[in-house]
């Protein structure tokens, strides 16, 4: 079975990201990121590729846009729902959704598992990760960061399967 992972960082109210930005810097946030997603493909919206601090497979990417003149890289391919999106990606063992909001709550259906970075702040979004019916995972792991030099912010990273 295909894992199809979502993976973000969120507030304690789920604010993800403010004018296509995200909301915070976390260095060792950003390194589990690497870690995890190394050699795996990524799928995300038109936005979260177009933003300045986009984050881009060096192996392989799918976005979901209707948009028809978006110029891409050749590892790069444009899907027009997220069906198509994992279509596309079908022959991969594990790909990770990457947002935003909007493909988010589109694709969460479909998703298997989760890598959800908590920061434990409450901070002023306008993207939002969508509600979890909570009962449908398990935790699998979780790792407490507290505030640091280099984090402003404690956070947790988390890992849920999903079990219904």
């Known amino acids: 079975m295909q894992r199809i992972a979502a993976i973000a960082a969120m507030s304690e109210n789920r604010a993800i990201g403010k004018n296509n930005k995200l909301l915070w810097k976390l260095p060792d946030d950003w390194a589990n990121f690497r870690r995890v997603t190394a050699g795996k493909a990524f799928i995300m919206g038109r936005k979260s590729y177009e933003a300045e601090d986009a984050l ?3 192996y392989r990417n799918v976005i979901i846009t209707h948009q028809k003149d978006l110029k ?8 027009n729902s997220p069906e198509e999106a994992l279509e596309l990606v079908q022959d991969e063992s594990e790909v990770f959704v990457l947002g935003g909001a909007a493909i ?4 969460l259906p479909m998703v298997n598992y989760l890598y ?12 939002y990760f969508p509600e979890i019916d909570w009962s449908d995972w398990r935790l699998i792991k979780s790792d407490y960061h507290p505030v640091d030099k280099d984090h402003a ?6 890992e849920y399967e999903l079990v219904r």
């Not at 891409?72 to 899907?79: F, R, S």
């Not at 959800?116 to 993207?127: K, R």
């Open 56 to 58: 881009i497979s060096d």
């Open 72 to 79: 891409v890289p050749e590892n790069t391919l444009i899907a």
């Open 104 to 107: 988010f709550k589109q694709m």
């Open 116 to 127: 959800l970075t908590i920061v434990h702040h409450v901070f002023d979004g306008d993207a």
């Open 153 to 158: 912010y404690p956070f947790s990273l988390n």
